[in-house]
């Protein structure tokens, strides 16, 4: 079981930026880790990371990353606020007995996949396949 620490992550700009993301709660069920820079709260940026072993009539085990992104800026109201929230997760479904090979091929076939110009265009730029 690895102990967590501070995560550093670089942001997406055109000179990209790293921010550090510290440890808020940790629990070997769910961790969260917080960019607190804003010091508002609501505008924190957080990712999560949750493992549920196999067991208890569940044959896989899941391991999930989230990601949660609020914006703020000027509501309807005139009033500073979250006016939106991105999300994303990434969930693995890792079936009992599978090897150590094939988690780290899917492992590589997500990161890989995510890198990929032709995902990047659906996924970051709302560019659809055809």
Not at 63 to 90: D, E, K
Request: include cysteine.
């Amino acid at each position: 079981m690895a102990q967590a620490t501070a995560i550093t992550l670089a942001d997406g700009q055109a000179t990209p930026v790293n921010v550090t993301f510290n440890p808020e709660q940790v629990t070997p069920a769910m961790s969260s880790f917080v960019d607190r820079a804003t010091g508002v709260a609501a505008y924190f940026r957080r990712f999560t990371v949750r493992f549920k072993p196999a067991g208890g009539g569940r044959k896989e085990t899941q391991t999930q990353y989230s990601f949660s992104l609020p914006v703020s800026g000027t509501l309807p109201s005139g009033a500073p606020g979250v006016v939106r929230t991105l999300r994303a997760r990434v969930i693995y479904d890792l079936p009992d007995g599978c090897t150590d090979g094939e988690r780290k091929d899917l492992h590589a076939f997500v990161r890989n996949g995510l890198a990929h110009a032709l995902v990047q265009g659906a996924m970051r730029d709302n560019d659809p396949l055809y």
